[in-house]
T-cell receptor, first 110, second 118 residues
Framework: QKEVEQNSGPLSVPEGAIASLNCTYS??????FFWYRQYSGKSPELIMS????GDKEDGRFTAQLNKASQYVSLLIRDSQPSDSATYLC??????????FGAGTQVVVTP | NAGVMQNPRHLVRRRGQEARLRCSPM?????VYWYRQLPEEGLKFMVY????????ESGMPKERFSAEFPKEGPSILRIQQVVRGDSAAYFC????????????????FGEGSWLTVV
């Protein structure tokens, strides 16, 4: 079983709509969770981190964490064509080992 | 990308040659991670190092691959006798000292090294 699982997509979202990305993890010792964005041919860049249950908002992005359900999500409001990318979910244990999901491809259509 | 430097950016090797990929972590960072990304696939953890110490190499292939992070100088990922299946993007990431995620640390990626084996 993969430690971090995401739907591969592609997730097609009309411009201006909300993109909703989901991620589940299997390792209960995971303490921190992250969303990275990766454009084709580029390296991942950090969007958000979340450590506690609940929601965390940063601009157009909202991360949600539910440790009981081992579930992390990312909402992108007012989606723009520049948001078209692959979004990687990651979990980290207390020793700093990061595991990444395979990524969800998001395509924002004008 | 947050000062993590990787080189070379692109490397072409013939089958059977050796590939050496270098990574200098962000200033003040003492933890280095190597990930491999095959075309159209996600990031696969390879190895996690601190200075002069391998913390976790559970993602490293048993043969031909090795990694080090010496006291002085960059971290090196070495691939001996490369095969076409080694063609991939290799990303290095670094994080600050402290107990990893428990300290609230995150990791920052370099631009990557694209290895092509012909």
């Amino acid at each position: 079983q993969k430690e971090v699982e995401q739907n591969s997509g592609p997730l097609s979202v009309p411009e201006g709509a909300i993109a909703s990305l989901n991620c589940t993890y299997s390792d209960r010792v995971s303490q921190s969770f992250f969303w990275y964005r990766q454009y084709s041919g580029k390296s991942p860049e950090l969007i958000m981190s979340i450590y506690s249950n609940g929601d965390k908002e940063d601009g157009r992005f909202t991360a949600q964490l539910n440790k009981a359900s081992q579930y992390v999500s990312l909402l992108i409001r007012d989606s723009q064509p520049s948001d078209s990318a692959t979004y990687l979910c990651a979990s980290a244990d207390s020793w700093g080992k990061f595991q990444f999901g395979a990524g969800t491809q998001v395509v924002v259509t004008p | 990308n947050a000062g993590v430097m990787q080189n070379p950016r692109h490397l072409v090797r013939r089958r059977g040659q050796e590939a050496r990929l270098r990574c200098s972590p962000m200033k003040g960072h003492s933890h280095v991670y190597w990930y491999r990304q095959l075309p159209e696939e996600g990031l696969k953890f390879m190895v996690y190092l601190q200075k002069e110490n391998i913390i976790d190499e559970s993602g490293m292939p048993k043969e031909r691959f090795s990694a080090e992070f010496p006291k002085e100088g960059p971290s090196i990922l070495r691939i001996q006798q490369v095969v076409r299946g080694d063609s991939a993007a290799y990303f290095c990431a670094s994080s600050p000292p402290g107990q990893g995620a428990r300290a609230g640390n995150t990791i920052y990626f370099g631009e990557g090294s694209w290895l092509t084996v012909v």
